[in-house]
């Protein structure tokens, strides 16, 4: 009987032992990969372009929840930024105005590493770029490129040692702006075919590069004919590559796909580095300009295909390739749009190289890389997504099936995709799909003629170095419109670097209001200044009497101590709506045009009290 | 030897049978709750006001995914709404500018049930309603309410058929301004403590109701002295229920907080429009307002815990009560703010009556409820959640331990909770902690002086209706900021309402171009009208040549016969963006006093020829 026993005991061990074993080797479930419970942090950060909301989106991933809405040329009055009469809204109004089509947000880099201190996206309509501090999440300066129209790709130049030294820009559309320089040539690798010529020979586009700390101009490089698109650098900040399209300077879309390839423009940044050392520029505008046609070697212009659109290029990623890995050239792809194709370019040596033109499907209009030798592909056409090893592509670019490792399909239709810190250190381990057009997701409940704007995570953990394994398909989230590209950091990286507990001291720069000092003083017929604080839960005066007509600058101080205790001001009627940070004093001025009493009151929640702290405006009628 | 094979069998059979045993019992982990994988839909369609940010913000749940930051008060260049030139923008600047407070979405009602049909939201800084279309998940009609001063509460008031008849209003702050009525008096149920006294006797607010289809003035019902806060109607319609606080009339935090108790105001419907028939009114500002004290029985005051905040009452849920609870008054109750208890109102009589004083905790600011008996209370200071017990809580007054059923902790600090579907047909599964001033959660990286604002989802689907059970923390998810209160459809019941097939017929009110008829028309020295069509991926003119200093009329018709074909239009120096849906003409107005030329272009992604998509605009000096 005790036999019997032992087997029925060994039996329950293995029945139990089974389903344990098959959960220790089975992947985690989408559910668990996404999920992030309480009091659990993302692993990243990701910064996506915002688009037309004229922003970033702050997202955590791989929850896919968004953090912030975060405003750079578009006013949030959640976020008290470029409201009326507040500071930002005068730089965005000097530099193009109230809205931005943001498309391509870079994180500053120290050792080649992202360092979590910057952030830079750029406003493709109104030619300029934001520059964000991530310690305090705020939009910090706003400058306009000079001598260039539309802004579209962005590169952020590292200096030898991986430090970020540029934001460099494309000027998209050409122009008989100032920089006139004739006709360049001699300089390409190619001839370029010159079909059609609708835009006239001398309207030109360059590419213009701003030192990363002031955003003032370091210096320009004329264009050729053409449009540039998407815009990267190589590694080691030597090469700073522009896809154009449009090389036949047509004026509307027949003419400008009718030629059966474009180029891809690599500068020599080391090159203009010494040419603007040697004096070799003209100055345009206060902008030292750089004409490739007499400096040679300055700017390549090789082949790429018809209409291409992405150019990025590989980052190791040093984990496996070794700290050496940073900043080492390897290869650049551009992707076709209208051709099938991507070329791919061998930049490790003294120039750049086409060195395969390898086959990816219908529509490819991004390229992303995994950092341990494998690429991604949005093909638009397909709505798909293709993984290819490049080693194999190069080897055998006639043999898709040996070089293509997955495809995977996208709920419609891909436009950007993201590698997760693609632009510093490949981790390798998810892809986002930006999709543009959504369609038909039963997910989604359409919103209005456009449906809500999807991102796709997507597992990319199981690909190999040596281009085998498979894709998976994890998380769909929607995105404000509309998703463009993104860029990445750690969050363990992130968090210690931002303003936490900082007590900001009280601006000395300002006329700060301290506790006790409320008061109105009259300093004319017509004028009043009012002096006013705040702190849980009141204004410094009850009441803030003045005259029909009065033209009243307002000084309101926030007098709290503790870093999140930010009030806010609403005074109905005179659209009067900001908020201020502890230690912050904001400035506004505006006439009483309309008697009567109005109260303002808090808008930001500040305690349980926070319904209580109001104080009135009587404007006694004359 | 059989035997034992026998008892191994058994024994594995038993062992694998366990853990799936285990598993069947076993809750779902919060993973698996909240994750919607790729083709799945949320249940729920969740309405949160933006507070600050000036719109609503849509979410699926319990995914937690934001589909839609959808603008009302704020623009919106992303959705194209009340952008530069745009016809929302002169109804947002006529009726009190680009930036809105807003608090309490409610979704409209047939039959007592929500109906998917319309959504309205107040601003409460300027005292306005917007009205939002969700078929098109787009703002159509934003109105001021007339006679009073700050839009706090809101109630969708239905009539006997459950249909929404009215959007009522509480004036929260008192001013001189019409109407102004004598003190009114005699007409509260107990005399209303006098303290401090610090506004005026005759600074009054009142609530006023709008006619729900065309937000036009109804009625008005003058207020007593104090501030009306949260509103609430009961689910008959018979009963508008307003929150008092400062019934002391003071003029700052410390007077307005002196008195032991404030009032909830209960102002009978029915019976108002019984007086509108019969000509009681007076018209102030062209408002038909009644006065209470004329009226016996219009309105009653009974005492409310002091500085009252949350007023909510009680629906039942027609799955347990059957279809005849619809619109069946039970109790309502108020929520204390400074004082640890709530008041419970019955209002299933012929009057309100106070029927207890329950001790909840401490800083009780909102209530919702389960629809099956229980009521939930935000604890602002304790920073938790209370379930409680309605029926054991009137029976057992004094004995929290009987009526308690549970309490939760809150990552800090809750503000408005919300059940889903509260104020229609509560589904009482899940509650939503919607956190002001979120501190310390280490899942979120502080974005700024404030930290990610959050909502807490948490299961009650265990408590039961005899008031047992736990509630459980499920998921936590960032909102920017800031989150009020919330309302609720069901995803199923709003989806084949929403317009996703429609072929939008094209507009014969505006002056569309249709496809071939682009054309630049001079119509006087100084004046150029341009029709332009959009249809992938081109303008209907590659050139648009017109003379320094022209008025320009720009009209814009997009022709494309697919419903998400949505295309923008940017022209940058010149400040223009908007987008233009399929069927559609926008109209824009400018004057070109740069010359030069200027290339606009397609800000919304379209195919992927849409970097193709521009044209030129050149502007001849003179």
């Given at each position: 009987m005790r036999g019997y026993v032992r087997f029925l005991v060994v039996g329950l061990i293995l029945g139990l032992a089974i389903p344990l074993l098959i959960a220790a080797v089975q992947e985690k479930s989408p559910a668990e990969e996404i999920y992030r419970g309480p009091m659990e942090r993302d692993e990243y950060y990701m910064f996506s372009s915002g688009g037309q909301s004229g922003g970033v989106f702050v997202i955590g991933l791989p929850?896919?929840?968004?953090?912030m809405d975060l405003p750079v040329f578009e006013p949030r009055a959640a976020y008290?930024?470029?409201?009326?009469?507040?500071?930002e809204r005068e730089m965005l109004e000097k530099t193009g105005g109230l809205w931005g089509d943001t498309h391509h947000p870079r994180l500053s880099q120290t050792g080649y590493k992202a360092d979590g201190k910057w952030l830079y996206i750029q406003d493709k309509a109104n030619t300029r770029v934001g520059k964000i501090d991530l310690r305090t999440f705020r939009t910090v300066l706003v400058k306009k490129a000079p001598n260039i129209q539309v802004w579209h790709g962005i590169a952020l130049v590292p200096d030898r040692q991986g430090n970020t030294r540029y934001v460099c820009a494309n000027g998209e559309f050409e122009a008989?702006?100032?920089?006139?320089?004739?006709?360049?040539?001699?300089?390409?690798?190619q001839p370029i075919p010159d079909v059609g010529a609708r835009v006239p020979e001398d309207w030109k586009s360059g590419v213009v590069c701003l030192y990363a700390d002031t955003l003032e101009p370091a210096f320009q490089v004329l264009g050729t004919y053409g449009n540039f698109d998407i815009m990267d650098w190589s590694p080691s900040g030597r090469w700073l590559l522009s896809n154009i399209y449009n090389m036949e300077r047509g004026a509307n879309i027949d003419e400008m796909i009718k030629a059966p390839e474009d180029a891809t423009q690599f500068l020599d940044v080391w090159k203009a580095e010494e040419a603007l050392g040697a004096g070799q520029y003209t100055l345009v505008n206060g902008v030292k300009v750089l004409d490739p046609k007499a400096i040679p070697g300055l700017v390549y212009l090789i082949p790429a295909p018809r209409n291409p659109h992405g150019i990025h290029c590989q980052r190791l990623d040093p984990r496996l390739y070794g700290e050496a890995a940073l900043g080492k050239d390897t290869v650049c792809i551009a992707a076709g749009k209208i051709v099938p194709r991507v070329n791919i370019f061998d930049i490790s040596g003294e120039r750049p190289r086409l060195v395969a033109q390898p086959w990816v499907g219908l529509g490819p209009l991004h390229v992303q890389y995994d950092g341990r030798g494998n690429f991604y592909v949005s093909l638009f056409v397909d709505s798909q997504i293709g993984a290819y090893n490049i080693d194999k592509a190069i080897k055998f670019p006639n043999e898709p099936d040996r070089y293509t490792v997955d495809k995977i399909d996208i709920h419609y239709n891909v436009g950007h995709l993201s590698t997760v810190m693609n632009y510093s250190t490949p981790r390798g381990d998810w892809l986002l799909s930006q999709n543009k057009l959504t369609k038909g997701l039963p997910g989604f409940i359409p919103t209005g003629p456009l449906e809500p704007e999807v991102q796709e995570l997507i597992d990319i953990?199981?690909?190999?170095?040596?281009?085998?394994g498979k894709m998976r398909l994890v998380y769909q989230f929607p995105t404000p419109p509309e998703p463009h590209e993104s860029d990445f950091i750690e969050a363990e990286k992130l968090a210690p670097l931002v303003w936490t507990k900082y007590s900001r001291p009280y601006d000395p720069d300002t006329r700060f209001v301290g506790p006790g000092e409320s008061r109105v003083v009259r300093t004319g017929p017509h004028s009043v200044d009012v002096y006013l604080t705040t702190v849980r839960s009141r204004y410094g005066l009850d009441e803030v009497r003045v005259k029909q007509g009065d033209t009243v600058t307002l000084y309101l101080s926030n007098v709290e101590r503790l870093r999140d205790m930010t009030h806010g001001f609403a005074l109905q009627e005179y659209g009067v709506h900001f908020a201020i940070d502890p230690g912050d004093t904001k400035k506004f001025t505006f006439v009483t045009d309309k008697p009567g009493v109005y109260w303002f009151y808090c808008t930001w929640f500040c305690s349980a009290l926070h319904m209580e702290m109001r104080a009135r405006l009587i404007v006694e009628p004359v």
């Open positions: 929850s896919g929840r968004l953090f008290s930024y470029a409201g009326v009469g507040m500071p008989p702006v100032p920089p006139r320089p004739g006709l360049p040539g001699g300089y390409a690798e953990r199981n690909i190999t170095a040596d281009g085998q």
